[in-house]
Structure formats: C-alpha cells, structure tokens
C-alpha cells in the first residue's frame, strides 16, 4: 500500500477543480455586512443600472483606478457601481476628492484621475476632510479586519444575492467585473 498523491488522484482532483462554480470562482475574499454598511454610508458617485452595487473606494492619484474605471464601462447595464473617494493621504486626492464631492457627478469621475504632482494652491477640502476621517475610523480597520492588509486603493466591497459579503483590495480586469456584476445582487 503506497500513500501520498497517485497520478489517478491528480486526475481527478485536476477534473473537480474543472467543474467550480460561478460562486466559487467569486472575486475577493470574504467579508463582514458591516464593511458593506460602512461603504454604504460614505458619501459616492452612483452610475449604472444593474441589481447590485459594486462600491469602489478610490483615490484620484492611483493608477489603478483610471484602468477600472474603463473596464467598469461594459457592465453598467448589469451593475450599479458607486466611485466613493478619498484623498488616500495625498494633496492631490484631496482637491480632486473635494469637487467630486462638491459635484457629485458620475461624469467628473474620470476627469479626477491625476498624478501626483506638487500643487502650489491649497483649497480648502472640508468634505474631503469628512470623508478620510470616515474611512480612517470606519472602513480602514474594517479591510484590515476581513483582509488582513492595509487598506488599497481601489478597494471593491459587493454583495451576494445570499447577502454574503466580498471584499477585493486592488484592481480587477473587465473580464473580472462581469463575473462580480453576474454574482452581485
């Protein structure tokens, strides 16, 4: 009697990971429904049409972020996505996360993306200054908890149609936000 992996077994393992779910292949890693309350309270930018929200917490200066905000153009019919900024520690975020929050429209939000760069005018950044309080006390430590990391930029939190939560820190391909926009509720 042999022990350890037999080629039999490598071929059926190989063949049960062919048969995974569309929930199993679920993008992210497991939540609490209190990370989703917390993005949910935070003030953001909603646009699409689709039965589940995909919340995006962004800052203007990550480069990250202009490449989802492109690939998120093919499943606003099938998702509804809401661009919640902040300024992610840097001035730059701060004056760009302070007109999105002044305006509120979904159509300043790829005019926001900007690299850092020195900037010689500060303005005045009340809301954005509202809004990195909120995500310091109530979702930084949220993502940490549920992910083991710091918090990223972007960083995506949707829902199951079951209400299980997910949380995805970095970006995602547009392949990957149409398997998020079929399991979102």
Not at 57 to 63: D, E, I, N, Y
Not at 66 to 71: E, H, K, N, Q, S
Not at 111 to 119: C, E, G, N, Q
Not at 137 to 162: C, H, K, N, Q, W
Request: charge should be positive.
């Amino acid at each position: 009697m042999t022990t350890g992996i037999t080629r039999r077994g490598l071929i059926a393992a190989a063949a049960a990971s062919l048969a995974v779910t569309g929930e199993a292949r679920a993008l992210g890693l497991p939540a609490g429904p209190d990370l989703e309350r917390a993005m949910t309270s935070l003030a953001g930018i909603g646009e699409g049409h689709g039965p589940g929200t995909l919340h995006v917490l962004f800052a203007p200066w990550c480069h990250v972020s202009p490449d989802l905000y492109r690939a998120s153009r093919g499943v606003l019919g099938h998702l509804t996505i809401r661009w919640i900024p902040f300024s992610g520690g840097q001035p730059e975020g701060k004056e760009a996360t302070e007109i999105l929050l002044r305006n509120m429209e979904p159509s300043l939000v790829p005019a926001a993306f900007s690299p850092l760069r020195p900037s010689a005018v500060r303005l005045p950044t009340p809301l954005c200054d509202a809004q990195d309080a909120t995500v310091a006390r109530s979702i930084e430590p949220l993502v940490i908890r549920d992910t083991g990391r710091a918090l990223a930029t972007p960083t995506m939190v949707y829902r199951f149609r079951d209400g299980r939560v997910r949380v995805v820190p970095g970006g995602v391909t547009a392949e990957q936000l149409r398997i998020i926009a079929g399991l979102a509720s």
